[in-house]
């Protein structure tokens, strides 16, 4: 009779448990955190170190230019952000940030096209073009060393969960979450492929798939076509989140942009 | 853009290295979009490295050359002068830079 | 008092069965962790499904599993190895796991290949069809079957 019950209750127990829509609860515990960079082979690595190699400098350069020089009718970058005021070095570590005027997450992309609208009287740059690709490159690298650190307290917090959510919720065809590769299985073979961690350190990246240079958002991009989930839209307020959710859990990582990745 | 990495000055007879990088898709004409049709082919074929007036360096790229192309070599500083960089698309579209190359 | 244990077992198995799972691309039977009958009603080809296996747009098990032997490189390890797995699990075993995994395991990264009903935020082009289609998963176990220890 016992015995009955006991595999009664097994039984139970397997079959039609509730099915959840999150993966369950997992980390990288804090000494095993690893930016993508442990993830290349050397080469891809020797690339990444090469500042004239990396072809992700054809980018910074691009962004340089572009914030020394004017646009009709407007000042440059470097009038307000040059040696003498608001110097951008080590600013791009902290971001995501929240705009203290209208509440509203902003990423790295968001704040420079903000900052032309509001203090330049400029137009927005298209996200993923060339010119915001070189800008948020060249302000990215003056961050280069320095170690991650986003707050996630007061009006950061709701965005933060946000991302969690989105980080852990399972999606797609093949029905996964960014955290059962990311935290339960890096370091796994996928084909010849190491799966890494998922930060976002290295950001942006030249990424040799694409043989291109591309911001955060649309690596995430890629993530989510991978488990044949609809992708979200570039500058979305989700991916945002989901920057700053990675930011959080990238803490302490040495911020490597223009990074170069597979 | 184009990268460029030459010094600005050597010695006589020195043997410098010099580095240039073009921004280039070179679509290799291979791969088909989402729809399944063929991307078009859009490759640089032709890049020259003139010193002083001669071509010290020159390549012809095929498809295989991956995006953004990447050379660096070596040359013999002779004299002051120019050194210029030229890259010919398969349309016939240029693109060069030049440094100048001072020798003592 | 003897008969009861064995009794109670079959009642309790019978009673605990999902034997309509309806998350799935159409109607099949399953019986403790197996399917037994063919999604298609005939037999797969295991040359095809050992094509279908690797096939980069098809099966691309090779992804996270390694078959020792097989014409593909760097073979991933994310799932287990499934060298010799026809001498470990029945065709029916086999079936269950690629029709729908997550089913078995609610943890395992292995995808649901034959699942269409409940999925969040599918890819446009792929809603309203399983991953791999009836034919396909019976050629992928006529090759897994195949491979015998």
Known sequence: MKWALLIGALCLAGCNKPESTYARNSDVKAGDIKSGYAFLQDDTKALQD????NPGFLWVDRGKRLFETAETGASTCSTCHGAHGMPLKGVAAHYPKVDAKTGKLLNLEAAINLCREQHQGLEPLAYESDDLLGMTAYVASLSRGEPVSVDITGPAAKYYEEGRDYFFRRKGQFNLACSQCHNEHW???L????ISQGHGNAFPAYRLEWQDFGSLHRRLRDCDTGIRAEPQDYGSETYMAVELYLAKRAEGLAMESPGVRR | MIRISAPDTAEMGEIVEVKAMIQHPMETGYRRDAKGDVIPRN??????????????????????????PFLAFCLRATRTGPIEFSWTDQHGETWSETRQLTVS | MRAVAPMSLVALLGGCEPQHDARLASDVS????????????????????????????????????QVEGLDAEFQGNVGPALTGVGGRLSAGQIR????DAQRIWPDTVMPAYYRTHGLRQVEHGYEGAPALSAGQIEDLVAF??????
């Open chain 3, 30 to 65: 399953i019986v403790g962790d197996a399917v037994p009958a063919s999604l298609t009603g005939a037999p797969g080809d295991a040359e095809r499904g050992r094509a279908i296996f690797v096939s980069r747009e098809e099966g691309h098990c090779v992804l996270c599993h």
């Open chain 1, 187 to 189: 370091g796994e073979k």
């Open chain 3, 144 to 149: 897994l079957e195949a491979q015998a220890s």
């Open chain 1, 50 to 53: 090469d500042d004239f190699a």
């Open chain 1, 191 to 194: 084909r010849g492929d190491t």
């Open chain 3, 96 to 99: 269950y796991r690629i029709i």
């Open chain 2, 43 to 68: 490759i640089i074929k032709q890049f020259r490295c003139a010193y002083g007036g001669n071509t010290v360096f020159e390549a012809t790229f095929f498809p295989g050359i991956a995006a953004n």
